[in-house]
T-cell receptor, first 115, second 114 residues
Framework: NAGVTQTPKFQVLKTGQSMTLQCAQD?????MYWYRQDPGMGLRLIYY???????DKGEVPNGYNVSRLNKREFSLRLESAAPSQTSVYFC??????????????FGSGTRLTVV | AQSVTQLDSHVSVSEGTPVLLRCNYS??????LFWYVQHPNKGLQLLLK??????LVKGINGFEAEFKKSETSFHLTKPSAHMSDAAEYFC????????????FGQGTTLQVKP
């Protein structure tokens, strides 16, 4: 049982390049989330998908887009990467957004550097 | 609005001594609270959670936390630190507005000295 799988694990981009971070979960969870982690700031929510077919902005959505491709997959796209988007990105899932009090399952992260 | 404050950015203890990581929260509702641990270059793992049942919550690896509503605190403790406990710890509160969002504290780095 893999849980939440993120690809790639590491990526270096040049300013202005685009890329898509992939996330897939095999727990039949309804809700999925993208967070970024920066030193001293904890994790901040970028976008989330409460259920298949819906997406909503989180705390720091600017510069990102998302797609909930199906129940399993939730991708994060950077259309024109900027150095400020250098961060570690985590995907997470939960059984249902109203039951987040049961906690999330996190992926192992994507370490992105924009030069 | 919900918020979480971790009172120490860095805590250093000797192996075998007690651990205390402090967390205060702000919430207009009965919150759900969590502690997550992140080992270097790893993802986040749920240590324990409080969801309005018993106020003393036991988690994995000997950790526990006590919910104190009067003090708006949810401090994490362990009687005896082990070298493998060295990691970053996050106190987290859930957004009660049925959005499923989790609000993270800034994190506390726990150093365990031999």
């Amino acid at each position: 049982n893999a849980g939440v799988t993120q690809t790639p694990k590491f990526q270096v981009l040049k300013t202005g390049q685009s890329m898509t971070l992939q996330c897939a979960q095999d727990m039949n969870h309804n809700s999925m989330y993208w967070y970024r982690q920066d030193p001293g700031m904890g994790l901040r929510l970028i976008y989330y998908s409460a259920s298949e077919g819906t997406t909503d902005k989180g705390e720091v959505p600017n510069g990102y887009n998302v797609s909930r491709l199906n129940k399993r997959e939730f991708s994060l796209r950077l259309e024109s990467a900027a150095p400020s988007q250098t961060s570690v990105y985590f995907c997470a899932s939960s059984e249902e957004h109203r039951r987040a009090n049961y906690g999330y399952t996190f992926g192992s992260g994507t370490r992105l550097t924009v030069v | 609005a919900q918020s979480v404050t971790q009172l120490d950015s860095h805590v250093s203890v000797s192996e075998g001594t007690p651990v205390l990581l402090r967390c205060n929260y702000s919430s207009s509702y009965s919150p759900s609270l969590f502690w997550y641990v992140q080992h270097p270059n790893k993802g986040l793992q749920l240590l324990l959670k409080y969801t309005s049942a018993a106020t003393l919550v036991k988690g994995i690896n000997g950790f526990e936390a006590e919910f104190k509503k009067s003090e708006t605190s949810f401090h994490l403790t362990k009687p005896s630190a082990h070298m493998s406990d060295a990691a970053e710890y996050f106190c987290v509160v859930s957004d009660p507005g049925n959005t499923g969002k989790l609000i993270f504290g800034q994190g506390t780095t726990l150093q365990v000295k031999p």
